[in-house]
């Protein structure tokens, strides 16, 4: 018999995830069951006491079998300790070999602590306890299985983080260099609006672009965290809105596609002006969502309908098509995230399929609701947006009132010429002195000749980066108030720029107004493109 101990000591260290352990009464006991298994190509060892069934266990087996004589055994509580230790995946088989007549309160607790347990009267058949483990192992091979399966569940959870972050990093970069050109269009806007030579026709021409720089930027935005819109985590910028002044926006948004397309678009204002607190360019979005729907899923020269009315304490903005329709099966995910309808090989329709889901989302943050209607493929579609109504606000918007404050010496470093040169203008305009540099040699330069008192400063700068430009300008002594100017707008950017020396942050395309905040000695960031 040594000879066959020692085969199965051998063997412990082979297949261990499915070896079946025995904990016999007696070692001649062990023998003999070891030996039965093994001739029905069972896998087994035999563990001298509960000390070392506990270890195996903890390592990973496939079964045990033990008998009610260790039931009162002082270190049988390992093995229960062992066993309540696992996995959450795993529940190691017991089978408990017991003696029916001798039911003894020790055995009934055993018996109760392995909670995968199978009880034979003991003693039992050959047949019964060998088709007892392999039942015992199948269940156990199907807990391996889905161990597995989690492990493979938490691979790809960590590939998605990953990816995730590494979506996150590009699409920083991407907000970035879009940032960059909408930068210097944005303040060039803002000078030919604010010329005093500025003829009525072309006032309304550079309107149209302000608004729809405004919109790109905020666009541009998303883009750097999509998942704020999907999972409503946008800040809004609410103040009182007139319903009409939102449809005609969007109107113009979707123009030129409308003009493309031929289609005939019809416009029913409410017969009284109806208010809503909200985000003017969120609000915008989503009608020009829904009408760029309308525009891409109508023939040619087919026919829209844009409508505003009040429904009790709603204001309703509602668009009608007569286009291909929304069939039955796909009404209930109509609003879901990359939910489209079946499209020709060409994708002429173009788009995503997140629209209708960032107009949904949006809308709810506004405390409303949005809703479609068709009846089928082919009928038109219809849908509509239900906003709480305000009252009528007092008075009007205060018209916008250059700073006055005393002209200061701007110092304006941008590798983007363009973007640096058009500011530097439009600071002149209001009477600042105000020179663009290109580079952090001639930024450094200028800080003896100009003696500049505020500094707009790029980070992304090729010769020396922005922050390490800040640190000079700090080191030189001089009392400069220094502003980063740049087209990261990340949390960890902003702590960057404040930990470098950075007196303030602006995200580009900045606004006037918050340039003249930050300039006249304001602390306020500007963290988000305005």
């Not at 069934?53 to 903890?58: C, E, G, N, P, S």
């Not at 506004?366 to 849908?383: D, L, N, P, R, Y």
């Amino acid at each position: 018999m040594p000879r066959l101990i020692k085969a199965m000591t051998t063997d412990a260290g082979l297949q261990s995830d499915s070896q079946v352990l025995i904990l016999p009464p007696t070692r001649r006991d062990g023998e003999v069951t070891c030996e039965v298994l093994q001739r029905a190509g069972v896998p087994c060892s035999v563990c001298r006491d509960p000390i070392a069934l506990a270890d195996r266990i903890t390592v990973g087996i496939g079964a045990f079998v033990i008998t009610d004589a260790h039931a009162g055994n002082p270190y049988i509580g390992l093995v229960v300790a062992a066993l309540e230790g696992q996995p959450t995946w795993s529940d190691t088989p017991a089978i408990l070999l017991s003696r029916t007549e001798r039911q003894t309160t020790a055995i009934a607790h055993l018996a109760a602590a392995l909670t995968n347990v199978t009880i034979l009267d003991r003693p039992t058949s050959t047949r019964t306890l060998v088709s007892a483990v392999r039942a015992a192992i199948r269940g156990r091979r199907r807990q391996y299985q889905l161990r597995d399966q989690l492990a493979a569940l938490r691979d790809a959870e960590e590939a998605l983080r990953i990816a995730d972050r590494r979506k996150d990093e590009f699409l920083a970069m991407l907000a970035h260099e879009l940032r960059n050109p909408l930068a210097p269009i944005k303040t060039a806007s803002e000078f030919l609006s604010r010329s005093s030579l500025q003829q009525v026709p072309e006032q309304a021409a550079v309107d149209i672009v302000k608004r729809q720089v405004t919109h790109l930027t905020r666009l541009v935005d998303d883009l750097l965290d999509v998942s704020r819109i999907t999972q409503g985590r946008i800040q809004l910028q609410r103040q009182p809105l007139e319903i009409a002044s939102i449809v005609t926006d969007a109107m113009e948004s979707v123009a030129p596609l409308i003009r493309e397309k031929g289609h005939r678009v019809s416009v029913s204002f409410s017969s009284q002006p109806l208010y809503v607190d909200g985000d003017s360019a969120r609000l915008v979005q989503c009608v020009t969502n829904l009408l760029t729907n309308a525009a891409k899923y109508t023939d040619h020269a087919g026919d829209i309908r844009l409508a505003t009315r009040a429904e009790g304490p709603h204001a309703v903005i509602s668009v009608s098509d007569n286009g291909v329709g929304i069939p039955a099966d796909l009404m209930p995910r109509i609003f879901d995230l990359f939910v489209q309808s079946k499209r020709s090989l060409d994708r002429s329709e173009g788009g995503l399929g997140i629209g209708l889901s960032v107009v949904e989302k949006i809308v709810e943050m506004h405390g409303g609701t949005v809703s479609a209607c068709s009846a089928g493929a082919g009928q038109g579609a219809t849908f509509e947006i239900r906003l709480p109504q305000i009252e009528l606000p007092l008075g009007t918007p205060a018209e916008h009132v250059p700073w006055r404050g005393s002209a200061k010496r701007v110092l304006i470093v941008d590798d983007n010429a363009d973007a640096a040169t058009s500011l530097a203008e439009l600071l002149r305009l209001y009477g600042h002195q105000a020179i663009a540099v290109y580079s952090a040699g001639a930024a450094l330069e200028s800080l003896g000749s100009f003696c500049p008192e505020i500094v707009l400063l790029d980070i992304g700068l090729p010769d020396m980066d922005g922050y390490q430009v800040a640190r000079h300008m700090r080191d030189a002594g001089k009392p400069i108030r220094i502003v980063a100017l740049t087209g990261y707008g990340q949390a960890e950017d902003i702590q960057h720029t404040r930990t470098a020396g950075f007196d303030a942050h602006l995200i580009k395309p900045v606004s006037l107004d918050v340039l003249e905040q930050v300039m006249a000695g304001s602390d306020t960031d500007g963290t988000r493109p305005h």
